[in-house]
């Protein structure tokens, strides 16, 4: 026999009442134990004091302590209550939840009440009673039960379960990533306002070289070369900015696509990108802490599971099946004798279907769970090793971003004195107009890069708060909500047990 090892467990099963599910063994998380501490992420962050996290963990941070602007805070309200993705991922519980409960109503008898009336004609010679029409009435109850013998409602019910945890994990971590997405787009908003701010100062420089060296040409004590150098910077300048107040507004609109709804007129006053004062040490924690910090791997443990759990049903299918069907009412062949004495009418009718032969059909089914499960210990692992990944990432940029940024800081001010010590050698006649452009351009080109960088530099610490499984609650000391509570703002959704294991 391919499988011999059932008939072990069906007589264990027939001894205990137990499913045939194989005991669910976590895998072994497939990382180093560590997350990198030495050369690039050895260098730590600078911290203000106050911003702090004082050694807690992401996941006990709320996300109105890690950010520190009102108008960001506002617009993450915001977006919790209206966006329209995270109103699809509560709406995906409510729809798992109703699918574990038709899974779960298998394991009852089904109860129902019925009347009827039938009506016949037979042949006079074959009438005993010489009436060729005859009817019956009836009236009472049906009730049919599957005993689940091998258990294997119980497992089908149990993979709805974690199917449904599944879900659950899935929203929480569409909420936590929706938190990021906003703050990340705001951020961007603030660093294309700078970035307009030196266009802007830029542009007014260049186009007061432009003017001056216009008017030089025209008295002819200046070249043409230098007159279209001067307005090739304008030109570029003005090119730039409206390439960045395309980028502003498309920025907006792509925050207004996240928090549900357009802007609000009183959105309390916000920091600039310079004053966004956000966590910068918290702590990284141990890789097999994302066990229980990270919901994509919590979700991907619960799918697992449910996998596990579907095992057990195809094995059950290859033992015999047992249901029960009964019935209890009266039966008269007339309407108004239906209740008299003598009209009770019973049935009782067990049944037990043994698999004989299917074609391999139940062979294959087994063979299909087994693979599926596989499949899903794969993913699994998949799923730690891009959380670890990511946290790597993180914490290398983190690492860095304080050194690059200092490093442009001292380009800009070399670069703006640059620009100074050139105007001054072309206004005494030493260098030509060439070196005050080629100045202009560099200093231009560095303030760019400082404000992308700094932008960059906030974004990855939101990136690695989320990583490391912040953002779930508000306010720090919050017990945490379950997986699969209502929202609290935004699409309804029907209440919950705390633990959807507490309704089995």
Same mark, same amino acid.
């Given at each position: 026999?391919?499988?011999?090892?059932? %008939?072990?467990?069906?007589?264990?099963?027939?001894?205990?009442?137990?499913?045939?599910?194989?005991?669910?063994?976590?895998?072994?998380?497939?990382?180093?134990?560590?997350?990198?501490?030495?050369?690039?992420?050895?260098?730590?962050?600078?911290?203000?004091?106050?911003?702090?996290?004082?050694?807690?963990?992401?996941?006990?941070?709320?996300?109105?302590?890690?950010?520190?602007?009102?108008?960001?805070?506002?617009?993450?309200?915001?977006?919790?209550?209206?966006?329209?993705?995270?109103?699809?991922?509560?709406?995906?519980?409510?729809? !798992?939840?109703?699918?574990?409960?038709?899974?779960?109503?298998?394991?009852?008898?089904?109860?129902? !009440?019925?009347?009827?009336?039938?009506?016949?004609?037979?042949?006079?010679?074959?009438?005993?009673?010489?009436?060729?029409?005859?009817?019956?009435?009836?009236?009472?109850?049906?009730?049919?039960?599957?005993?689940?013998?091998?258990?294997?409602?119980?497992?089908?019910?149990? +993979?709805?379960?974690?199917?449904?945890?599944?879900?659950?994990?899935?929203?929480?971590?569409?909420?936590?990533?929706?938190?990021? $997405?906003?703050?990340? +787009?705001?951020?961007?908003?603030? !660093?294309?306002?700078?970035?307009?701010?030196?266009?802007?100062?830029?542009?007014?420089?260049?186009?007061?070289?432009?003017?001056?060296?216009?008017?030089?040409?025209?008295?002819?004590?200046?070249?043409?070369?230098?007159?279209?150098?001067?307005?090739?910077?304008?030109?570029?300048?003005?090119?730039?900015?409206? =390439?960045?107040?395309?980028?502003?507004?498309?920025?907006?609109?792509?925050?207004?696509?996240?928090?549900?709804?357009?802007?609000?007129?009183?959105?309390?006053?916000?920091?600039?990108?310079?004053?966004?004062?956000?966590?910068?040490?918290?702590?990284?924690?141990?890789?097999?802490?994302?066990?229980?910090?990270?919901?994509?791997?919590?979700?991907?443990?619960? @799918?697992?599971?449910?996998?596990?759990?579907?095992?057990?049903?195809?094995?059950?299918?290859?033992?015999?099946?047992?249901?029960?069907?009964?019935?209890?009412?009266?039966?008269?062949? @007339?309407?108004?004798?239906?209740?008299?004495?003598?009209?009770?009418?019973?049935?009782?009718?067990?049944?037990?279907?043994?698999?004989?032969?299917?074609?391999? &059909?139940?062979?294959?089914?087994?063979?299909?769970?087994?693979?599926?499960?596989? %499949?899903?210990?794969?993913?699994?692992?998949?799923?730690? $090793?891009?959380?670890?990944?990511?946290?790597?990432?993180?914490?290398?940029?983190?690492?860095?971003?304080?050194?690059?940024?200092?490093?442009?800081?001292? @380009?800009?001010?070399?670069?703006?004195?640059?620009?100074?010590?050139?105007?001054?050698?072309?206004?005494?006649?030493?260098?030509? *107009?060439?070196?005050?452009?080629?100045?202009?351009?560099?200093? *231009?080109?560095?303030? &760019?890069?400082?404000?992308?960088?700094?932008?960059?530099?906030?974004?990855?610490?939101?990136?690695?708060?989320?990583?490391?499984?912040?953002?779930?609650? =508000?306010?720090?000391?919050?017990?945490?909500? =379950?997986?699969?509570?209502?929202?609290?703002?935004?699409?309804?959704?029907?209440?919950?047990?705390?633990?959807?294991?507490?309704?089995?």
């Amino acid at each position: 026999m391919r499988h011999p090892s059932l %008939i072990a467990i069906a007589l264990a099963c027939v001894a205990t009442g137990c499913t045939f599910e194989p005991k669910y063994e976590r895998p072994a998380a497939p990382v180093a134990a560590t997350f990198p501490a030495s050369g690039v992420y050895a260098t730590q962050p600078a911290t203000n004091a106050g911003d702090t996290a004082s050694g807690r963990a992401a996941v006990d941070i709320g996300w109105r302590e890690f950010f520190s602007d009102p108008r960001l805070k506002r617009l993450i309200d915001i977006a919790l209550a209206n966006n329209r993705d995270l109103r699809v991922a509560v709406l995906n519980i409510d729809a !798992a939840r109703a699918q574990y409960r038709i899974t779960r109503a298998q394991l009852f008898p089904a109860i129902n !009440a019925q009347a009827a009336k039938s009506v016949q004609r037979t042949p006079l010679d074959l009438s005993p009673s010489g009436q060729t029409i005859s009817g019956d009435y009836t009236a009472g109850l049906n009730a049919s039960w599957e005993i689940d013998f091998w258990g294997r409602v119980r497992s089908l019910k149990e +993979q709805a379960l974690e199917q449904y945890l599944s879900t659950a994990q899935a929203r929480k971590a569409a909420e936590i990533s929706l938190v990021a $997405q906003v703050a990340n +787009q705001y951020l961007q908003m603030l !660093a294309v306002d700078d970035l307009l701010r030196i266009t802007d100062d830029t542009l007014k420089t260049a186009e007061s070289s432009y003017s001056l060296t216009k008017l030089q040409f025209d008295n002819g004590t200046g070249s043409e070369l230098d007159l279209r150098q001067a307005e090739t910077i304008v030109e570029q300048a003005r090119a730039n900015r409206e =390439a960045q107040a395309r980028a502003r507004a498309q920025a907006e609109n792509a925050l207004v696509l996240l928090i549900g709804e357009p802007l609000p007129p009183d959105l309390p006053p916000g920091h600039g990108l310079d004053d966004q004062k956000l966590l910068t040490d918290i702590p990284a924690g141990l890789p097999s802490e994302l066990l229980t910090r990270r919901p994509d791997i919590m979700q991907a443990e619960a @799918t697992l599971r449910a996998a596990n759990a579907n095992i057990g049903a195809a094995r059950a299918a290859f033992f015999p099946s047992i249901s029960l069907t009964s019935s209890f009412g009266t039966a008269s062949p @007339t309407l108004g004798g239906l209740f008299k004495p003598g009209s009770a009418a019973w049935a009782f009718a067990p049944q037990i279907k043994l698999p004989i032969f299917a074609g391999g &059909q139940n062979l294959a089914n087994l063979d299909l769970a087994n693979v599926q499960k596989r %499949i899903e210990v794969a993913r699994y692992e998949k799923t730690i $090793q891009s959380a670890f990944r990511e946290v790597a990432d993180e914490l290398a940029a983190r690492s860095t971003y304080d050194g690059q940024i200092g490093a442009l800081e001292r @380009t800009t001010f070399a670069q703006s004195r640059t620009l100074e010590l050139s105007q001054l050698r072309y206004k005494n006649g030493v260098d030509s *107009y060439l070196q005050v452009l080629t100045a202009q351009t560099n200093l *231009y080109t560095v303030q &760019q890069s400082l404000v992308n960088a700094r932008a960059a530099r906030l974004e990855n610490l939101v990136n690695l708060y989320v990583a490391l499984g912040g953002g779930w609650i =508000a306010n720090t000391g919050d017990a945490p909500r =379950a997986a699969d509570a209502p929202a609290t703002v935004g699409a309804a959704s029907a209440p919950v047990a705390a633990s959807a294991k507490s309704t089995d």
